[in-house]
């Protein structure tokens, strides 16, 4: 509007001023407001293809894949496989989108973090001898909207927040 930006993030508008400033209902930390900023700058406005990539597939995927297993699909897998009704919960207030039969997982949610940036998040329960099995997908078209060390913070900010809202969402039992 010629004084400030204004993207949807999260299910919520997040406004860049033209002074710098950042303002939303959500929190503008820096695992959000940075990724903001490089879609901002570098996104190519390229349209999701609907092709799911994990995040090894992504071209620097593999240098960053343990630093991602720890800080993303960990917390996450730990929300899910212990508080699976708060964690569809947490993806609904962030306007995930329920997809059917995804991936064949029992919990499967797109989330659109950013304009043209989905996420598919599954989770399959445990069967039989298998351990439960979680994982983060994304677009094939992510970078060219989104720089890696963006997506990277995106989604661990993702797996810190979640982890966050289960310890104030859920009593601690006394000893």
């Known amino acids: 509007d010629g004084k400030k930006i204004t993207l949807e993030v999260l299910g919520e508008n997040f406004h860049v ?5 950042v303002s939303s209902r959500i929190h503008t930390n820096l695992w959000v407001t940075i990724p903001v900023l490089a879609y901002i700058l570098y996104a190519s406005g390229t349209s999701p293809k609907g092709e799911w990539l994990t995040f090894r597939d992504l071209q620097y995927g593999m240098s960053w894949y343990g630093l991602f297993e720890q800080r993303c699909l960990k917390p996450l897998k730990h929300v899910a496989e212990n508080y699976s009704g ?58 060219d909207n989104l720089n890696m060390e963006s997506i990277f913070s995106l989604t661990t900010g993702l797996g810190t927040m979640f982890e966050a809202l289960v310890q104030t969402h859920v009593p601690k039992t006394r000893k």
Request: aromatic letters at 20%; hydrophobic letters at 40%; charged letters at 25%.
């Open 86 to 143: 708060l964690f569809v919960d947490f993806l609904e207030i962030f306007q995930g989108q329920s997809i059917e039969n995804e991936l064949q997982a029992d919990i499967s949610y797109i989330l659109y973090p950013l304009p043209k940036v989905p996420i598919l998040f599954c989770y399959w329960e445990p069967e039989e001898e298998f351990d439960s099995k979680f994982n983060v997908y994304f677009d094939k078209t992510i970078e």
């Open 17 to 21: 001023h033209a002074d710098g400033k």
